[in-house]
T-cell receptor, first 117, second 117 residues
Framework: NAGVTQTPKFQVLKTGQSMTLQCAQD?????MSWYRQDPGMGLRLIHY???????DQGEVPNGYNVSRSTTEDFPLRLLSAAPSQTSVYFC????????????????FGEGSWLTVV | AQSVAQPEDQVNVAEGNPLTVKCTYS??????LFWYVQYPNRGLQFLLK??????LVKGSYGFEAEFNKSQTSFHLKKPSALVSDSALYFC???????????????FGQGTTLQVKP
């Protein structure tokens, strides 16, 4: 049981390039989300998904796309990278699990450090 | 609008002394409250949560937090700090336990805890 796995851990992009951050979870969680972490701002929600085939926007969705073709995977795509997207990105997963001790707990990956130059 | 405030950017304590990291929240309904810890260049680790029930919640590594509805606070505490507790701590809230909100957390900006020997 690996939990939430993100790749790559570090990436440098040039302005205008595109790339995909991969995220996979092996806990059969229906809910997955992407956050970005910036100094002094905590974590902000980019996109989230409540199940395969269903995605929705979070607080800061502009410049990012997501898809959820399977329960396990939730990739985040940067269409045309900008310096403002330099950040640390975290993928997370959870399940409702009423009455379960682990229900409603959001589990995070180790993060992807992205620099756009 | 939902929000979380961590009024202190940094908390300094001596090893062996009690520590408190403050958190206040604003939500429209009943909150689900969480504390996470982040060590340098790592992901967020779950510490504890309040969903319902006893206002005093005990979590990992000897941490606890008290839910105070009248003061809308969820302060993190530990009776005796360790140098290894030095890290970045995040308080987070999820508003109204609707399925559509699962996986969507609102984070505070984070508090750096520095424990000195």
């Amino acid at each position: 049981n690996a939990g939430v796995t993100q790749t790559p851990k570090f990436q440098v992009l040039k302005t205008g390039q595109s790339m995909t951050l991969q995220c996979a979870q092996d806990m059969n969680h229906e809910y997955m989300s992407w956050y970005r972490q910036d100094p002094g701002m905590g974590l902000r929600l980019i996109h989230y998904s409540v199940g395969a085939g269903i995605t929705d926007q979070g607080e800061v969705p502009n410049g990012y796309n997501v898809s959820r073709s399977t329960t396990e995977d939730f990739p985040l795509r940067l269409l045309s990278a900008a310096p403002s997207q330099t950040s640390v990105y975290f993928c997370a997963s959870s399940y409702e699990g009423r009455g379960s001790a682990s229900g409603n707990t959001i589990y995070f990956g180790e993060g992807s450090w992205l620099t756009v130059v | 609008a939902q929000s979380v405030a961590q009024p202190e950017d940094q908390v300094n304590v001596a090893e062996g002394n009690p520590l408190t990291v403050k958190c206040t929240y604003s939500v429209s309904g009943n909150p689900y409250l969480f504390w996470y810890v982040q060590y340098p260049n790592r992901g967020l680790q779950f510490l504890l949560k309040y969903i319902t029930g006893d206002n005093l919640v005990k979590g990992s590594y000897g941490f606890e937090a008290e839910f105070n509805k009248s003061q809308t606070s969820f302060h993190l505490k530990k009776p005796s700090a360790l140098v290894s507790d030095s890290a970045l701590y995040f308080c987070a809230v999820r508003d109204i336990p609707a399925s559509s909100n699962t996986g969507k957390l609102i984070f505070g900006q984070g508090t750096t805890l520095q424990v000195k020997p």
